[in-house]
């Protein structure tokens, strides 16, 4: 047997506010994020707007780029517009910027 979602069992969906500071606190505190030894992180800027979340920023991996995306809908975001840059593809394009000068 099925069991039926109804609105009483859905949960209020969060200001944007609480929502932008809920997945920064978790970025931040996830160690996938971390860079190297300590806790240095790479950079994710979080905004929120009626629900819709941006991602912007460099992450080492596009597994960490997914993982991103992944933990903000999972935590309420009604959509996510994935920003992120992998640092790999970045540095990629630098140094290819550079032989070509």
């Known amino acids: 047997m099925r069991a039926r979602v109804t609105a009483r ?5 969060l200001e ?3 929502l932008q500071q ?4 978790r970025i931040e505190e996830d160690p996938v994020f971390w860079t190297g030894s300590g806790r240095r992180r790479t950079y ?4 929120v707007e ?5 991602l912007t920023g460099v992450v080492r991996s596009s597994m960490d ?3 991103a995306d992944i933990l903000a809908r ?3 975001a009604v959509s996510v517009d994935n920003r992120l840059t992998v640092a790999e593809d970045t540095a990629g394009k630098e140094k290819a910027k550079r032989s070509v000068a």
């Open 44 to 47: 994710v800027t979080v905004e």
């Open 50 to 54: 009626d629900g819709h979340v941006m």
């Open 22 to 25: 809920l997945i920064t606190e």
């Open 16 to 18: 944007d506010e609480d």
């Open 74 to 76: 999972a935590l309420g």
């Open 65 to 67: 780029r997914r993982r």
């Open 9 to 13: 069992n859905r949960p209020e969906p």
